[in-house]
């Protein structure tokens, strides 16, 4: 738990946001004009509403920031912490390219195999937060849970379509 808030915790929690939310926020720009895709697409009965995603999204990637600040709190050169900070960008590289290769350049098969791969990710990245901070942990199986969703709903609409 955080004992204090300081100008140097303060500091770390920002970064932990800008290096979470600033990918998320750069391809959510280039992915802005091709979302309608999803929309023309047949979805399965528990596809949800193309609105949800972006809700789930807005809640998710502050919270999976607050966990990279809840591992990194007390320094990268703690032992283990380097390692799943390591794992964790490698994480976002793929949720960042995972929408433009989906919507923008509509490259199913490969951005299945991304989606796969950043849920097989998450649920590495989360046993490494868990290690360090059982809340960070369970923050990242959250984001787990969502992309382990996310691939069957990937799969399903590949296949119907």
Known sequence: MIKTFN????????IALLV??????LSALITMNSMGRYNEL????????SNVFGIVWAI????????LFL????????????????????????????????????????SLIVIIAA????IMVGKEFYEQNKI?????????????F???LSISILILN
Request: proline letters at 8%.
């Open 7 to 14: 100008l140097k915790t303060l500091k770390s929690l920002i």
């Open 20 to 25: 979470t939310l600033i990918p998320a926020g």
């Open 42 to 49: 047949t979805k399965p009965f528990f596809a949800p509403p």
């Open 60 to 67: 998710l990637y502050p919270l999976i920031g607050i966990g």
């Open 71 to 110: 591992i990194t709190k007390d320094g990268l050169d703690m032992p283990g912490v380097w390692k799943a900070v390591k794992k964790y960008l490698y994480l976002i590289a793929l949720l960042f390219i995972w929408p433009i290769l989906y919507f923008n350049f509509e490259l199913d098969v490969i």
């Open 119 to 122: 849920f097989i990710l998450s």
């Open 136 to 148: 960070a942990g369970i923050i990242l199986w959250l984001l787990s849970a969502w992309l382990g």
């Open 150 to 152: 996310a691939t069957v």
